[in-house]
């Protein structure tokens, strides 16, 4: 029997390419080239091809920059089949010596043998779940795994794989996330906790004609095994699906390797997947395994539109990266489909979150290229424990009343003295809750919580205000939400945890008054102006230029041209070019801080009025300068510009501004002059007497240093530091007393 299972010998031995086409038509080369996209579609750049020797040299000939990822495919596909078959001969079932069913993969009858060998040993954990029947009449079966009884009103979390027939990986890994939860539920509190909270239902092969055929006919087989009437095979499931069906990343054609059928749920195969989730109706978590890449996505497919639950979606990708890492060290790179591969409209992720509300994932599994569909057999196990990981962190990360995650993130610097908005997103998992959230704050570390109503934004977003607090002070907070039974908290292990934001004020670091020269240039490459070059004066004024600087008793300033006094409007303007004027070296390192200045622009004069602009820029390094604002507005008065310096300095650090002054068009007056610069940067002197950072010295510290009293080394009350909190603290508390 296992002789039947050999593929049939290959006639040419074609090779697995990954090509960086360096533009459209290098891509149409490869792409006409290919006996199979291995890839699907360009990620990085790159896409993955099965190609024959000859097509590798044209294309080769041709330029375009290709890697060799596996030599000869079809020797790979022969040499594992005989592998597996001379081991199988040697072996027990499932064919391995020392018995381990996941040290090589498995064929379909394989697979349901192991669901029928753990529903016969462990009756009371695993039931049978048939979901349907395939077009060529197999089972599509699954088990229920949990230890509280069928029919439960509990959560569910559905693993399923091989929707792809050559995706081999995949269903061995669905198959050690059943049997970890069976070895666990004996002697393991994790397991014996996620099994009693929800059931998981494992559908180790929704694509079961198609798997067959990878088996005993084409290795890399893809589609199920529709006759489509035109000479060609397959529907591609993962295209099939009912959500914004027919979209980008789908094929109409059906000898396309993503033909996505003749209609939604044209397919028995997804038609019961689609049956099986909408009767449960407590799905409420899914992966959808695939190979391979090593990703973890989530929606849209459709569209590279992010999802409203991109936070939750983005905490569950973290958790499950992290938990796949900690076991053999892999990195699996998390994102939404659309932007992190490429659009895919009619997958199973999209209908499963769009269409019936589950938290729905693919995980693209082992490896990154190297063997690509062809998992060598010792893989097989590390890929599928990894995965198993994943799949028990996504099970814990959803088992909550609540989910509940900051949006955007929470500060962690506030405004002295002002209330700044905290925002948070929250959607029910395992309760109902029918008020919104509360914001639970208060100002330094131990005065009671004060509670705050959010209000409802839309979306599943809630907002509240922080209160505000003086400088020096802390913001401790958490948000608590009560359901009908359950209350969820953010931080979960509130309040022992919290979430804290220091208070700021600005304060000047740098000002620049121009009354003396700080070390500003005139001049640049580039600067042709014939009249009105930018000097450092007491400007003489016109109706265009100022007659005072802007400083407060202040006289001097820099403007584009020293006019004579009781000059005309266009006396020593800018004439028949640029000028411009160039900072000293300015402290950009803090991004918090602000960078202000005062200007005076006049364009509004002369026979061609408003037709120039002054440029305000930027640089880091003398050579690359960007702008932050083009003036062209003449207010023909002092205006003040100014800047977080986060959003105008990158990477933090020295930079310099320039102010480009420019006549370009023929009768246009200008006249521009710049005064006052300074930068402002936040500080706030935590007192060290102010024990529990509220901002003030008071009572309660003065409490905390009498409770310190006597012989107290490192103790907070130990104010200067001689191990005895006495007498000398005691009066520096005082000194300090607000
Ligand atoms: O293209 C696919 O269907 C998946 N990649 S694969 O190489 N295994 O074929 C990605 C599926 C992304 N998920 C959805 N679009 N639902
Ligand atoms: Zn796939």
């Not at 360009?42 to 091809?49: A, C, F, H, K, T």
């Not at 995949?170 to 059943?178: K, N």
């Not at 994932?361 to 690509?372: I, S």
């Not at 006052?676 to 008071?698: K, M, R, T, Y």
Request: with cysteine.
């Amino acid at each position: 029997m296992f002789v039947a299972d050999l593929p049939p010998a290959p006639a040419v031995g074609d090779s697995i390419v990954r090509v960086t086409p360096r533009d459209l038509r290098d891509l149409r080369l490869a792409l006409a080239r290919t006996q199979d996209i291995w890839s699907h579609a360009m990620r990085n750049g790159e896409i993955d091809l099965r190609l024959s020797r000859d097509a590798i040299e044209s294309l080769a000939r041709s330029g375009v920059p290709i890697e060799i990822l596996i030599d000869d495919v079809d020797a790979m596909i022969a040499s594992q089949a005989a592998e597996r078959a001379a081991r199988r001969a040697a072996g027990a079932e499932g064919g391995i010596a020392g018995d381990d069913w996941w040290a090589d993969v498995k064929d379909l009858a394989q697979v349901h043998a192991k669901l029928d060998e753990w529903i016969a040993d462990h009756p009371e954990l695993v039931s049978p779940v048939l979901l349907g029947t395939s077009l060529e009449g197999r089972p599509i079966r699954g088990v229920r795994i949990s230890s509280q009884p069928v029919g439960a009103d509990l959560p569910a979390f559905l693993f399923n794989a091989c929707q792809h027939a050559r995706e081999w990986a995949t269903p061995m890994t669905a198959m050690l996330i059943g049997q970890e939860l069976i070895d666990g539920a004996g002697g393991d509190p994790r397991i014996q906790t996620i099994l009693s909270q929800c059931e998981v239902i494992i559908v180790p092969v929704v694509n079961p004609d198609g798997y067959h055929f990878s088996w005993v006919d084409t290795r890399l087989w893809r589609k199920n095994r529709r006759d489509n009437g035109d000479g060609t095979f397959g529907v591609d499931l993962n295209r099939n699906w009912g959500y914004e069906w027919g979209g980008q990343g789908s094929s109409g054609n059906p000898n396309s390797e993503t033909y996505r059928g003749t209609a939604p749920f044209s397919e028995p195969e997804t038609q019961a997947m689609r049956d099986f989730i909408l009767g449960h109706g407590r799905v409420v978590g899914n992966i959808d395994f695939h190979s391979y890449s090593q990703l973890i996505l989530w929606p849209w497919g459709w569209t590279q539109e992010l999802s409203i639950d991109q936070p939750l979606f983005v905490e569950l990708g973290a958790a499950m990266q992290a938990a796949i890492d900690s076991v053999h060290g892999r990195f699996y790179e998390p994102g939404p489909i659309y932007t992190t591969i490429y659009p895919a409209a009619g997958g199973s992720v999209d209908w499963c979150y769009g269409g019936a509300g589950v938290f729905a994932t693919t995980v693209e599994v082992r490896d990154t290229g190297a063997y690509g569909f062809l998992i060598p057999a010792a893989e097989v196990r590390p890929c599928a424990e990894e995965n198993t990981a994943a799949a028990l962190s996504l099970i814990e990360t959803l088992l909550v009343p609540a989910f509940m995650a900051a949006d955007p993130e929470f500060p962690t610097l506030v405004p002295a003295d002002t209330p700044a908005p905290v925002s948070i997103y929250a959607v029910p998992l395992a309760d109902a809750f029918d008020g919104t959230p509360t914001l639970r704050a208060r100002v330094g570390t131990s005065a009671d919580f004060e509670s705050i109503p959010m209000s409802a934004l839309g979306d599943d977003r809630y907002e509240a205000m922080l209160p505000s607090a003086p400088c020096g002070a802390v913001i401790e907070f958490y948000f608590e939400w009560n359901g009908d039974s359950l209350t969820a908290r953010l931080p979960g292990a509130a309040p022992a945890e919290l979430f804290g934001a220091g208070t700021t004020e600005l304060s000047q670091v740098h000002g620049d008054s121009m009354e003396t020269d700080l070390g500003w240039t005139v001049g640049a490459a580039g600067d042709n102006a014939t009249s009105g070059q930018w000097v450092r004066v007491d400007p003489n004024g016109t109706t265009a230029q100022p007659e005072d600087d802007h400083t407060p008793g202040g006289t001097i300033c820099w403007v584009t041209g020293q006019g004579v006094p009781g000059g005309a409007a266009g006396a020593a303007d800018v004439d028949n070019g640029i000028t411009t004027l160039v900072s000293p070296l300015l402290d950009g390192g803090d991004p918090n801080s602000v960078l202000r200045y005062w200007r005076w622009y006049s364009n509004n004069q002369g026979a061609a009025p408003n037709s120039d602009s002054m440029l305000v820029e930027v640089s880091t390094d003398g050579a690359t300068w960007t702008l932050i604002e083009e003036v062209s507005t003449s207010a023909n008065a002092w205006i003040e510009a100014s800047f977080a310096m986060g959003d105008i300095v990158s990477p933090p650090g020295p930079f310099r501004v320039r102010f480009v002054a420019r006549d370009l068009n023929a009768g246009s007056l200008v006249e521009a002059a710049i005064d006052d610069l300074s930068i402002e940067g936040p500080s706030c002197a935590v007192n060290a007497a102010d024990f529990n950072q509220d901002g003030v010295v008071d009572g309660d510290d003065l409490g905390t240093l009498l409770g310190q009293w006597g012989k107290c080394v490192g103790c907070p009350a130990d104010l200067n530091g001689d191990g005895v909190v006495d007498g000398d603290d005691l009066g520096a508390l005082l000194g300090e007393w607000s």
